[in-house]
């Protein structure tokens, strides 16, 4: 287990159809990987055509990095119009206190080193 007060969770909501480039976006910021989620969006601007209700399809991306990481993503992603405009993107990023599972592909111990 890692216990880490330096890692986030570092979320980003697009429009289905964007998550590939998003991916491709925050590597190139510094990301090593993400998950990407199939989701469906309700909001007050919900839509029904013809009595059948009709939302938005999402896709949400979520990597885990350090805290330097994330905060230079979330800048990143902040200052690309594209992401505002078509994607219709939200991003945030939530602490982690502990992970299992992360690393080099097996359970890591901060202390496992000493």
Same mark, same amino acid.
């Given at each position: 287990?890692?216990?880490?007060?330096?890692?986030?969770?570092?979320? *980003? $909501?697009? &429009?289905?159809?964007?998550? +590939?480039?998003?991916?491709?976006? =925050?590597?190139? /910021?510094?990301?090593?990987? #993400?998950?990407?989620?199939?989701?469906?969006?309700?909001?007050?601007?919900?839509?029904?055509?013809?009595?059948?209700?009709?939302?938005?399809?999402?896709? *949400? $991306?979520? &990597?885990?990095?350090?805290? +330097?990481?994330?905060?230079?993503? =979330?800048?990143? /992603?902040?200052?690309?119009? #594209?992401?505002?405009?078509?994607?219709?993107?939200?991003?945030?990023?939530?602490?982690?206190?502990?992970?299992?599972?992360?690393?080099?592909?097996?359970?890591?111990?901060?202390?496992?080193?000493?």
């Amino acid at each position: 287990m890692i216990n880490s007060d330096n890692m986030k969770a570092l979320y *980003i $909501i697009v &429009t289905a159809g964007f998550s +590939e480039q998003v991916v491709e976006y =925050v590597r190139s /910021v510094g990301a090593t990987g #993400a998950t990407i989620i199939n989701a469906r969006g309700v909001s007050a601007l919900h839509k029904e055509i013809m009595g059948i209700s009709v939302d938005r399809e999402k896709e *949400i $991306i979520l &990597t885990l990095t350090d805290a +330097e990481t994330a905060d230079k993503i =979330v800048e990143a /992603v902040n200052k690309n119009e #594209a992401f505002k405009s078509e994607a219709h993107g939200i991003c945030f990023t939530l602490p982690v206190m502990k992970a299992v599972g992360i690393g080099h592909g097996h359970s890591e111990n901060k202390d496992s080193d000493k």
